[in-house]
């Protein structure tokens, strides 16, 4: 099946670790983005990427770091500089970001709590 | 002011109501838009993208007002199950980036 997968689902870290979460799509999607979602908020980009071995800083990149150095993945790491790090953070990718179809589809998301 | 503002709601309707959420946006430069559906604890959906024409989808219509910069999205003979958060995004055309609203909340009562 074509799709997006995060993982894991759930993801608990000590205070100070660097953790990164997984995003992969076969959906052959040029454009990949990760968000933030905290309770009773709307999503907040961190990261996107465009192209692969290419991205741009979102709204609040701080404390995160990511690579695209495949068209499938973009895995996203949450450092220890990240200082509300719980959340639930959600990956999507999209066929482009310009013209007609770049609707963004999503994955079911990963939970990260900070112990 | 933020990119993309919608009124958080809640909106508590009767099963069978019409409802109608707005949605602004403040980059001219704006050139995409979208309606996702995002159900508690879940991944946002897409519901329906919003054309320069406006467009429907069954009980569903969307509406898109360049010149005031804003989207509409009505809804209705509202069921129970049309009870979720509702999300605008937009798409800046000169960033790439996908912006989305806060989100309206929508609660079908029978």
């Known amino acids: 099946d074509g799709g997006i997968t995060q993982s894991p689902k759930y993801l608990f870290r000590k205070e100070g670790q660097n953790v990164t979460l997984s995003c992969e799509q076969n959906l052959n999607h040029d454009a990949m983005y990760w968000y933030r979602q905290d309770p009773g908020q709307g999503l907040r980009l961190i990261y996107y990427s465009q192209i692969v071995n290419d991205f741009q800083k979102g709204d609040i990149a701080e404390g995160y770091s990511v690579s695209r150095e495949k068209k499938e993945s973009f895995p996203l790491t949450v450092t220890s500089a990240q200082k509300n790090p719980t959340a639930f953070y959600l990956c999507a990718s999209s066929k482009g970001t310009g013209g007609l179809n770049t609707e963004a589809f999503f994955g079911q998301g990963t939970r990260l709590t900070v112990v | 002011r933020k990119e993309v503002e919608q009124d958080p709601g809640p909106f508590n309707v009767p099963e069978g109501a019409t409802v109608a959420f707005n949605c602004t946006y403040s980059?001219?430069?704006?050139?995409?838009f979208f309606w996702y559906r995002q159900d508690c604890r879940k991944e946002p959906k897409l519901l329906m993208s919003v054309y320069s024409s406006g467009n429907e989808d069954g009980r569903f219509t969307a509406q898109l007002n360049r010149a005031s910069q804003y989207i509409s999205l009505l809804i209705r003979d509202s069921k129970l199950s049309d009870s979720a958060t509702y999300l605008c995004?937009?798409?800046?055309?000169?960033?790439?980036?996908?912006?989305f609203g806060q989100g309206t909340t929508l609660q079908v009562k029978p």
């Open positions: 995004v937009v798409r800046a055309g000169n960033t790439g980036k996908l912006i």
């Open positions: 980059n001219s430069a704006s050139q995409s």
